[in-house]
DNA sequence: ACGGGCAGTGGAAGCGCTTACAGCCCAGAG
DNA sequence: CTCTGGGCTGTAAGCGCTTCCACTGCCCGT
C-alpha cells in the first residue's frame, strides 16, 4: 500500500494540490467547505505528507545530528537523552553517529552532514580538518565538552574549579602521593589534569605524569595494576569507570580502599554510587549538557551567528567513602 | 556558502546532469575525458549530492529509525549501540526517538516514520494500536524484546529458560519465601515471571505476586521498603538497576545480603559487577540484540517478506555473590 | 450603478537529483 | 563505400511538496 501524495488527495476532495498544501499547514486563506473536504480526503487516503518532498521544497530538514565515540559508558547516553528531549520538543528528529573503533568516519560523518540542519560533536571525537571543513562548508555547529573552535558554539561543564577543590580536599587529608590515571591531551580531562597540577604545585607536590589508559573499568583495571605498585596515598582518575577498575585492581593487589589507597572518579554515574566503597566524584549536569547544546544549535539553525563562545555549566564535588572521608552520608536522592 | 547543485557542476564542467550523475555513481558508460572534467569541477565546488535530492528520486531514505523509552539506565544504550553499528555497516544513518514521559509520541512517531525506511521499536514502547497503524502502513518494523506482531519480525533474549535456572539455583541454597520485585504485564518481564512461578510451583512454593515499580535504583529502593517488611529470603527483581534499589533499602533497613536476604538482578550491567554484594543476575547479549534487529530491518527493507518469527537470543546466567552462593570468582573479564 | 478590494482558488515554477529514452558519431564489417 | 552497432551524451520526465502570482467572483462603499 504506497502512500498517497497530494495529487491523489486533491483529486479526490476536487481542488489543487496548493489548497490541500494551504488547508494542511494553515498557511492562506480556505473556506470552511473546501478545508472540511480536504480533510475527508486527507482522513479516507490516510495522507501523510512526505517528509522528503517537504524538505525539498522548505529547504531544511528538520532534522539535528550528533556524534560521539561511544555509548557503552552511562556518560554518553544521558547527554543524548538531554539533547534529544530537547530536540523533539523543538519539533527536530535525531539522527546519531557513533565512531568509536569504526573506520571511514569522514566519509560517514560527511553524508550525515546532508541530512541534518545542523551538528553537535563531542569533543575528540572528530579531527581537526574535518571539523573545519564542516564549519566551512556552512553547517551550523556545537562543540560538546571542548572549546569552541572559531565558527561554533560550545558547551561544556566546568573542570578546573572542581578538580582543585577535589585536590585541595584530598591534600587536607593528608595524602601527598597522588597518582593519574587515565591521560589525554585535550578536552575536559586535559583541563582537570591541569588544574590538579597545578593545585599539587601550590601545595608543594611535585605533579605525576598521568597514566594513559582507556576511559573504561578495563582500561582503569589496568592502569590500576601499573600504578599501584609505587603505592600512591591516593589515585585520581580521568572517569568513575576508571576509578571502579582502579579499585579492582587494588582488590587484587590486597590494598584496601581507601584505607591503603584512597580512588576518586569524575562524573559521578550510577555505578559510583553503589560502588564499595562509594566514590568520592565530580558530578557532571549531563543531561543539561545535552540540552544546552540542542538549545544553542537550535539558535545557529535559526540564524544566529556563531560567537566562538563556550558556555560552562557547573559541576558539584561529591564526597563519599572512596577518598578516604569516612563520613557516612544518608541515602542520597536521585 | 550554499552548498552547489549538480547543475553548476555540469556547468562548469561544460556537461549536462545526467553525465555528472552518472560520472558520480558510477552508473552507464563515461568517457575517461569527462569523467575526468567532471571530478576536477566536483573537487573545485566542493559539491556533495544533496540527500533530499537522492533520496527523492531514488524513492529511498538510507535511514533507519528505532524507539526506545529511555537511555538512562545502560540497557537500551548497549543495544542501541550495536543497532547504530550494523545499520552504519549497511550504509544506513539512525534516528532515534525517546519516548519516557513524553506527549505526542504518537505524533512524533509518525513523523519518525515519514523520515526512515524502516522501524525498530522496542516492546512496551508504543501501544499497539499505533503499532498497527505504522504496520499497516506498510512500514518495515522489527520488534526487540517482545514477540513479533504480525506483519514484523522480532528479536529478544531467552528468558524463560534462564530465569528457571536462576529459580532452581536459588531453592537449591534452601531459600524458600520468594519476593518479586517490578512487575510488568508484558514483554520480557512478564516471561520471566511466569517461568519463575511455574518453576516455584515444581518445587511446591506458592510464587508471591510481583510488586510494581519502576525500573530504576530508586524504584527498586521503594520497592524493597516495602517488600522486605516481610523478611522474604530471597528478593528476585526485574533487572540490575531495581536489584540495586533493593539492596540499597535493606542496607537502609540493618539487613545483610545476601546473609539476612538475598537478591537478584537481570542484564548484567556493569554496576552489577561493582556493587556490593555483586549481583548474581541474567547476562543478555545486548548489543547483539540491537545488530540482529537491524540485520532484521535491512531484509525487511530490502523486500523480504514478514515471517512474525522472533529470534531468541541466548544468556547467561551470572552467579555472584549477592544471591548467597559465597563462593569467590576470579576478577571477570569484560 | 460602478469600481476597488479581498477572500478563495488554481497554475506553474521551482527544490536537486535519477534515469529512461533518444540521438549522435565513429569504427569495423560486409 | 555503405550499413550497423556500440559507446557516449543530452533531453526531459518524474519524485512530492511549497509558494508566488494571477485570476475570479462578490461584497461594499460611494
Not at 178 to 200: I, K, P, Q, Y
Not at 205 to 229: F, N, Q, S
Request: one cysteine or more.
Amino acid at each position: 500500500m504506497p502512500d498517497s501524495t497530494i495529487y491523489e488527495v486533491a483529486r479526490l476532495a476536487g481542488v489543487s494540490i496548493a489548497t490541500v498544501s494551504r488547508t494542511l499547514r494553515g498557511t492562506g486563506p480556505v473556506s470552511a467547505a473546501t478545508r472540511e473536504k480536504v480533510l475527508r480526503a486527507v482522513e479516507e487516503l490516510r495522507f501523510t505528507p512526505s517528509r522528503l518532498g517537504v524538505s525539498l521544497a522548505e529547504g531544511r530538514h528538520a532534522a539535528n545530528g550528533i556524534v560521539f565515540p561511544d555509548l557503552s559508558g552511562p556518560y554518553f547516553g544521558e547527554v543524548l537523552l538531554g539533547y534529544e528531549e530537547v530536540a523533539a520538543e523543538l519539533g527536530r528528529s535525531v539522527l546519531i553517529l557513533s565512531t568509536r573503533d569504526r573506520a571511514g568516519v569522514p566519509e560517514t560523518v560527511k553524508d550525515l552532514a546532508t541530512r541534518v540542519d545542523g551538528l553537535v560533536v563531542f569533543g575528540q571525537t572528530l579531527p581537526d580538518a574535518l571539523l573545519t571543513e564542516l564549519i566551512d562548508s556552512g553547517l551550523p555547529m556545537v562543540m560538546l565538552a571542548r572549546e569552541a573552535h572559531p565558527g561554533t558554539e560550545a558547551v561544556r561543564s566546568e573542570n578546573a574549579d572542581a578538580a582543585e577543590a577535589l585536590t585541595v580536599h584530598l591534600i587536607a587529608h593528608g595524602h601527598r602521593a597522588f597518582a593519574l590515571a587515565g591521560g589525554h591531551d585535550e578536552g575536559d580531562v586535559s583541563e582537570r589534569w591541569t588544574a590538579v597540577a597545578r593545585t599539587l604545585g601550590e601545595h608543594g607536590i611535585t605533579a605525576p605524569r598521568p597514566v594513559e589508559c582507556p576511559y573504561t573499568v578495563e582500561g582503569g583495571h589496568e592502569a590500576g595494576l601499573e600504578l599501584l605498585k609505587a603505592r600512591p596515598d591516593v589515585v585520581m582518575c580521568a572517569d568513575d569507570q576508571v576509578a571502579l577498575g582502579v579499585i579492582l585492581a587494588a582488590e587484587e593487589l590486597g590494598l584496601s580502599v581507601p584505607g591503603d589507597v584512597a580512588v576518586t572518579g569524575w562524573d559521578d554515574i550510577m555505578a559510583a554510587r553503589h560502588a564499595r566503597p562509594a566514590l568520592t566524584t565530580v558530578r557532571q549536569p549531563l543531561r543539561e549538557l545535552g540540552a544546552a547544546a540542542a538549545r544553542l544549535l537550535d539558535e545557529l539553525i535559526a540564524g544566529a551567528e556563531p560567537t566562538a563562545t563556550t558556555r560552562v555549566l557547573a559541576t558539584d564535588l561529591v564526597i563519599r567513602a572512596s577518598c578516604g572521608a569516612h563520613q557516612v552520608h544518608p541515602p542520597e536522592e536521585q
